[in-house]
């Protein structure tokens, strides 16, 4: 009975090829659009965490002043860590990977009669551990240029591009502001972090150079710290909080005039935020399944009314009400199942054309295509059931009077 009723169904789908298939267009888009959203948000977490994992691997941040919200921002009223507190972090705390300072700010860069605007920032050779930056053109800095402060640097590919275009830039001098400065090394490039900015546009002098001729202080604004193992960062933390209160004299009711950033943290709330935009969005495309569903149940109501006739005969040649009902139900499934499966190629599609432009990774989230093909045909079941009681109610004698 099951087979026949099928048969039937495609039959009548056949028959009305085009309407057929302006009845499942809502079906079509809505689970497309459902599919093609949900990719693109899963390649945006993707890039996002790819991203922030370029920033550094099992990475502590320590700055002064109490944590705020929005960017990291230098904070005057706090005691600046020094050099020392490096060394006491480095010596101290167990499951130390590496330790750097990260003293930073905006200068003119020029070449010659070319110029451009980069972050400069004075640290040590922990810093390329830290990053997990590779130098491939040069060297990182010798023993002697971090104890001295004398003026080398190592410059991202985009300073190389801007300034060098075809030159080997090793061995020549830049200017930054009014101080020159030998490059020696050529970072390998990480292109843009999670918020945008081209990590690539950068320039990395030793510390000491830093603090002596371009701040003018030996103040350190930051440090960063590179854990050995992931599950080790919270003991780490505790043990650098606890270091950093008696370093600094904190009295046990005075509130901490430093904080710790974790990675990890803002891994989480950057995935978590991009997956909530992402069923957010698939959520409200949805919505044209619904409407994808009342398309279904219209057409199917006409159908029983234009096959009145066709029902009444039935009926009245012994056809049961539940084979009837059964009927107009398999075609409602069929027509909410076939614009499904066209649905799901669509989608994907159109995904995998999207991310491929927008330059995302491409993750084909196999449960939210189970998930659409299954709410589609219930969207059948539900929408054509009104329909199918309709027909498998009428009256045979009215029904073959029906005209």
Partial sequence: MLNNAFLIAIKEIKRNILRSFLTILGIVIGVASVIAMVMIGDGTTANVQQ???????????????????????EDNSAKPFTEEDISAIKNEIQNIKAVASENSTKMNIVLGNKSTTSSVIGTNNDYFIIKDWEVTEGRTFEDSELNSGKPSCIIGTTIVKQLFAETDPIGMNIRLKNLSCNVIGVLKSKGAAAFGNDQDEIVIVPLKMYQQKIKGDKDVSSILISITDGKLIDNAKIEITSLMQERRALRIEEPDNFHIRDMQDILSTMTSTTK????????????????????????????VTERTREIGTRLAIGAMENEVLLQFLVEAIVLSTLGGIIGIFLGATIGYITVNIMDLPFILNHQIILISFVFSTLIGVFFGYFPARKAARLNPIDALRYE
């Avoid at 920033?55 to 990291?72: A, C, F, I, S, Y």
């Avoid at 957010?280 to 619904?290: D, E, H, N, Q």
């Fill in 51 to 73: 991203s922030i994992s370029k920033l550094g691997t099992n990475m502590l941040t320590l700055r002064v002043g109490q944590e705020r919200r929005g960017p990291p921002r």
């Fill in 276 to 303: 909530m935009l992402t069923y957010l969005l698939g959520s409200i495309a949805g919505i044209s399944l619904l409407v994808g569903g009342i398309g279904i149940m219209n057409i199917m109501l006409v159908s």
